[in-house]
C-alpha cells in the first residue's frame, strides 16, 4: 500500500489514480485499506469514502478474477443480451443478488453500456472485448478460461 501511495507522492490530489491502483492490487476496495489511505493523505474519511462510493468503476465488495461484464444496453438487449446473462445464471449462478462465485473465479456484471453498439450484444472479460456474442460464443470462453485455470493448478 505504502508503495501506491508513494508512488503518487503521497498527493491528495490524486486520489482518484490511487484509488484505482489500489483496486487493481486487490481487485476492490477494502475499507481498513480506504481508512489507510485517508489518514495518510491527510484527508477526511468520509471524503475517501465519498469518492470510492460515488464512481461505478470502484467496488467495495471483492471481485473474482475475471469479471464478465454483460451490455444491456438498446443495441444489445434486442439482439438478446438477456440471453447470454441467463447462461452466467445457469453456468454459475450469478445474477444480481450474488454477483461473485463462491471460488472468487468470476463476477457478473450487467451494465446499460459498453459503448460498443456496433458490435452488440458486447461482452468484456477483464479488458478483453467481445462483439457479437451469442450463448455458444460465451460458453466457449468460459470453457475456455476454465481449461486454463485447471492447467495452472
Known amino acids: ?26 481487485r ?16 477526511p474519511r468520509a471524503r475517501v469514502f465519498g469518492v470510492a462510493t460515488f464512481y461505478a468503476h470502484f467496488s467495495l465488495q471483492p471481485k473474482g478474477k475475471y469479471v464478465v461484464r454483460i451490455c ?11 440471453s447470454l446473462l441467463d447462461l452466467m445464471d445457469e453456468r454459475f449462478k450469478l445474477n444480481d443478488n450474488k454477483p461473485t462465485t463462491d471460488d472468487m473465479l468470476f463476477t457478473l ?3 446499460s453500456c459498453l459503448g460498443a453498439c456496433g458490435l452488440a450484444p458486447v461482452v468484456v472479460i477483464n479488458d478483453r472485448v ?5 450463448v455458444d460464443k460465451l460458453g466457449a470462453v468460459l470453457d475456455e478460461i476454465l481449461e486454463d ?3 495452472r493448478r
Request: proline share 5%; aromatic share 10%.
Open 1 to 26: 500500500m505504502n508503495e501506491i501511495l508513494d508512488s503518487f507522492n503521497n498527493d491528495p490530489y490524486r486520489l482518484i489514480a490511487i484509488l484505482q491502483s489500489v483496486q487493481e492490487e486487490y
Open 28 to 43: 476492490y476496495l477494502p475499507e481498513p485499506v480506504l481508512s489507510y489511505i485517508a489518514t495518510n493523505l491527510g484527508l
Open 72 to 82: 444491456d444496453g438498446t443495441a444489445c438487449h434486442v439482439n438478446r443480451s438477456q
Open 109 to 111: 456484471e450487467k451494465v
Open 130 to 134: 467481445y462483439g457479437q456474442v451469442n
Open 149 to 151: 485455470e485447471e492447467r
